[in-house]
């Protein structure tokens, strides 16, 4: 064991060593490692030092050369030489002015001694100064003699001036961006390196293209331009270079290319005459594709680096201004792609073009650039016959052809249909063509056919309509993209501007709009879906975007239903049951618990009203009791089974309504529409949101009430834009003055008019502006279509905004907009108050019932049809509503009238020679509002039945008539 510790003993001793050892070894190592670079080193220090010490000996000898020749006045090889290596932030501002001061004096001397590429190196250091902020702050003059002298050495050798124009243009741009470099000195340096910035596209200007480039990126350049630069600056060939240049776009200052280039295209103004685009564009036919494609190119660069640059340049002050604003004036489009004569636009092909570059801008301009192409003669009409041709649209479509109401280019998916290359074009066009319709007269629509026939007219709406329509039915609608969504928006705007101008005044064959639908709704599943995707936006389906975007494709009649249905949901969702004497109601109605009782007296059914129905709001969608106080302050008898709540809402409209009573006035047509005055009280307000609410129940309920809506009064509750076709509705005199001022052939100066208007208000005249220092603009040619407009606007928006909203908000608390969006102006007008064509007596007798001991071959029955025949038509509405509530027919005719019409015997005592002249029945006939029955007496003789019932329908009075 002692043998065996020993050796280990041994062993370990023998490790230590070795370990001792390389321990050792490797400390040597990092010695010698530090020592050698300790010695490199110092070595490294000491060439530093000796190269910075020859760095400032050499420093001190080129300034002591400057001085010296600055202090000879002579400018020698040497002194140009240490200018060159020390440059002009090495040798300090002061020192290289009166270098290149003497340099300039002497420029000549210069040009004989110094080889080409020390000329080169004095002249880089000479345009240095104009980009050295320091030198154009403390020193201007340097500035503008290091300018004089680059431009002089140039002057005289071509082969300098190519290789510098690159600097020259990045020295003029910078000393032109410089807002505190003023002066002489700033006009002195823009006219020198103008010139020399111009002098390369004399050698070799196809080889110039970047130079060009840079040029171009100048801020203010052809402002800046001396006379015969800019002259250069205006020739064709340099203009097709510079559009060239810029086809592709820039990576930066995209906006400062636009401003130069629209420069030199208006001859530096906007005075909108255009003769200089016109000359340039017709003197070759590329001319004007190259400066769309220019324009287009750096129009799409100006917006990656700037997402909102249109609408931040046309805001910008003074000059940039007045350039810009020519591209969204009618006359730089029309000069760029008219013909010579400026009266029609050249070529399809030119529209289109143009159409790139305005959709490029409309992008970046929130509110879109459609003027100019909107306006622009023949513009709108090239390019749809353009996109015709392309997507072999038809461009007209007859009346009679049946077979044109489909577009067949999208017929199978809608806009997925549509080629990709031409999709911004032809969204560009329905933006375009929705903006003129805004302005556009039914007058120029229909009678002067402008700017489309009515058979391009139809062309063009079966094209939208197809494309949105198959759009939303396509199985693939989840393939539709972002781009493609923006396309559907804008034909689906332009659709939608179609439709309401083809309600006002139809354009359109019955059927047209029907045509693209191959869906057969459901009412009940798409009030469903419809519903939910207008509380949560979500659940968009087939159905639901058909409803949302397109409501004119279904039929009318299903639209109905699935409104119906969209009440029966919202009644049930919220508990209540329907009113007794409405459509949905039942029998078992009249028995519900309502959730309110109401006792009125007729004589102040609206005062009485108010109280009760402001205060239940949204609840008056549930069945409210009504009872009746006559004048002596008792109860009437009857009890509510729906007929007194008609009643309630008869008189409720009836007085509500009457011009005398301030609410409302009507046009010439009798047509009603909230009065500007009754905003004025709060009362006022307050009644009107009590007779929206009414209306609004009415409604709900499927009760007809015999309202003559103003057409303009109906846009405003479906949230549809008046335009000036809408004021016939609202007054015919002022609807005349307007157009005999837009027709108006001499200077509309001469009528003395100013941006004013004036009206009468409780007896004195009151003047208001249409716009802010309406007084002090007199109205002109140039701007009588803003007055026309702006009037418009006031008198169809402005002057009743407070008493409508209250109207609305009171019609809202229980019609959801939404709804009513399913329906144009007119259709509401047919929901409201039922059809509008005379009682169709035939279709009345057809869907009578009779009861009591009465038949159809009853002789008082067929007495009584015999008379309504003979009856006018305003008499035959006193009937119906003596037994219905409404004087106008239900809305799909008598078949739907709930309950039925019914004839009801009431069995009298007559003598037996009541035939022959003997006395006949004494009593009145009466109505059950509640249940649309008419109790008939049984008249032994037609003229007794007559003359009854005439009395009983004109006399309009409640239960206790008879």
């Avoid at 040029?215 to 060239?244: C, Q, S, W, Y």
């Avoid at 990709?420 to 007058?443: G, N, P």
């Avoid at 397109?550 to 329907?578: M, Q, S, T, W, Y």
């Avoid at 069995?907 to 009541?914: H, I, L, M, T, Y």
Wanted: hydrophobic share 40%; proline share 4%.
């Amino acid at each position: 064991m002692n043998f065996d510790a020993r050796e280990r003993t041994k062993a370990k001793a023998s490790a230590a060593s070795k370990d001792a050892l390389v321990a050792a070894s490797r400390d040597a190592r990092e010695r010698r490692a530090r020592e050698r670079m300790l010695s490199d080193a110092a070595v490294t220090c000491q060439r530093r030092r000796r190269a910075s010490r020859a760095r400032r000996d050499a420093e001190r000898a080129m300034r002591e050369t400057l001085d010296a020749s600055a202090t000879s006045g002579t400018v020698t090889t040497d002194a140009i030489q240490a200018l060159v290596r020390a440059k002009v932030s090495g040798c300090g501002l002061e020192r290289a002015f009166k270098v290149i001061a003497l340099a300039l004096r002497d420029k000549e001397t210069i040009a004989r001694m110094c080889d080409l590429a020390t000329r080169r190196a004095l002249c880089v250091e000479a345009l240095a100064t104009c980009s050295n902020a320091e030198a154009r702050e403390r020193v201007p003059a340097l500035v503008a003699c290091g300018a004089r002298l680059a431009s002089g050495l140039c002057e005289r050798d071509e082969r300098l001036a190519s290789s510098l124009g690159n600097r020259a243009c990045e020295a003029l741009a910078a000393a032109l961006g410089d807002e505190r470099f003023g002066g002489e000195h700033r006009m002195d340096v823009a006219r020198q390196l103008a010139s020399l910035a111009l002098m390369p596209l004399d050698s070799d200007p196809r080889s110039n293209r970047s130079h060009i480039r840079t040029l171009i990126r100048v801020p203010r350049l052809r402002k800046n331009l001396p006379g015969e630069a800019v002259r250069k600056f205006d020739e064709p060939r340099t203009m097709r270079l510079m559009l060239e240049a810029c086809s592709d776009g820039f990576n930066r200052d995209a906006d400062v290319a636009i401003e130069n280039v629209m420069e030199a295209l208006c001859d530096g103004d906007a005075s909108g005459k255009g003769e200089n685009v016109r000359l340039f564009a017709t003197e070759n036919d590329e001319n004007a594709f190259l400066a769309l494609r220019a324009l287009t190119g750096l129009s799409a660069s100006a917006r990656t680096q700037m997402p909102d640059w249109f609408d931040k340049l046309a805001k910008a002050p003074g000059w940039r201004t007045i350039t810009v604003s020519a591209l969204v004036e009618t006359w730089f489009l029309t000069a760029l792609i008219s013909d010579k004569d400026g009266k029609r636009v050249s070529s399809p092909e030119k529209a289109a073009a143009a159409t790139s570059l305005y959709a490029e801008l409309s992008r970046a301009s929130a509110e879109g650039v459609y003027a100019p192409c909107a306006f622009s003669s023949g513009y709108l009409h090239s390019l749809w016959r353009y996109l015709a041709r392309k997507l072999s649209l038809s461009s007209e479509v007859m009346s009679s052809d049946h077979s044109a109401w489909v577009a067949k280019t999208f017929e199978r998916d809608g806009v997925l249909d549509l080629a990709l290359d031409e999709q911004e074009r032809f969204a560009f066009f329905c933006s375009a063509y929705t903006y003129r319709l805004i302005v556009l007269r039914d007058k120029q629509f229909f009678d002067e056919q402008k700017p489309f026939s009515l058979s391009e007219q139809r062309a063009i709406a079966v094209s939208v309509n197809t494309l949105c329509v198959r759009s939303h039915l396509s199985p693939k609608s989840h393939e539709i993209t972002i781009e493609m969504r923006r396309t559907l928006s804008a034909a689906s705007k332009l659709l939608h501007a179609l439709t309401t101008r083809d309600a006002r005044r139809s354009f359109a064959p019955q059927g047209m709009w029907l045509a693209p639908n191959t869906i057969k709704l459901q009412p009940t599943v798409a009030a469903s879906t419809f519903q939910s995707y207008i509380e949560n936006r979500s659940n968009f389906t087939q159905i639901t975007g058909l409803l949302d975007d397109c409501p004119h494709a279904i039929a009318f009649d299903d639209r109905v239903h699935i409104f119906r249905e969209l009440i029966k949901a919202d009644r049930n969702k919220a508990g209540f049951r329907p009113q007794a004497g409405g459509v949905d109601a039942e029998h078992r109605d009249s028995f519900v618990r309502p959730v309110a009782q109401m006792t009125l007296r007729r004589e102040t059914v609206l005062e009485d009203s108010l109280s009760t129905i402001l205060s239940l709001g949204s609840k008056s969608r549930g069945r409210i009791l009504v009872k009746f106080v006559n004048a002596a302050g008792q109860e009437e008898a009857g009890i509510d089974a729906g007929g007194l709540f008609k009643e309630l809402l008869s008189l409720v409209t009836e007085r509500g309504l009457d011009p005398n009573r301030g609410l409302f006035t009507t046009n010439s047509y009798g047509q009603v529409y909230v009065s500007p005055r009754a905003g004025d009280t709060h009362e006022g307000l307050l009644l009107l949101e009590m007779i929206g609410i009414m209306i609004g129940k009415g409604i709900y309920e499927g009760i007809l009430q015999d309202i003559n809506m103003a057409p303009f009064f109906a846009a405003h509750i479906l949230g549809t834009p008046r335009t000036i076709d809408d004021i016939p509705s609202l007054d015919e005199e002022l609807a005349h003055s307007l157009v005999q001022i837009l027709e108006y052939s001499g200077d509309v100066a001469d009528l003395c008019l100013d941006f004013t208007c004036s009206e009468e208000v409780y007896g004195q005249l009151v003047t208001r502006e249409l716009v802010q220092g309406g007084r002090e603009i007199d109205v002109t040619s140039a701007n009588k279509l803003l007055y026309i407009h702006l009037l418009a606007d006031y008198h169809l928006n402005r002057r009743i905004a407070t008493p409508m909203n209250a109207f609305i908000r009171g019609l809202r608390t229980i019609i959801n907009p939404r709804w009513i969006g399913l329906f144009n102006a007119k259709e509401l007008s047919l929901l409201l108050s039922g059809g509008e064509s005379a009682i169709d007596v035939d279709d009345w007798e057809r869907h009578t019932r009779y009861s009591g001991g009465y038949s159809a071959r009853s002789t008082a029955v067929r007495n009584f049809w015999r008379i309504v025949r003979t009856f006018s038509p305003d008499l035959r509405q006193d009937v119906l509503k003596f037994v219905t509530s409404s004087p106008r027919p239900p809305l799909q005719g008598f078949k739907h009238l709930n309950p039925p019409f019914v004839i009801h015997k009431v069995p009298c005592e007559a003598s037996v020679f009541a035939m022959f002249g003997g006395a006949d029945v004494g009593r009145l006939p009466s109505a059950s509002t509640c249940f649309n029955m008419l109790k008939l007496p049984n008249y032994r003789r037609r003229s007794t039945l007559e003359k009854c019932l005439e009395y009983a329908a004109r006399s309009r009075a409640g239960f206790e008539l008879s």
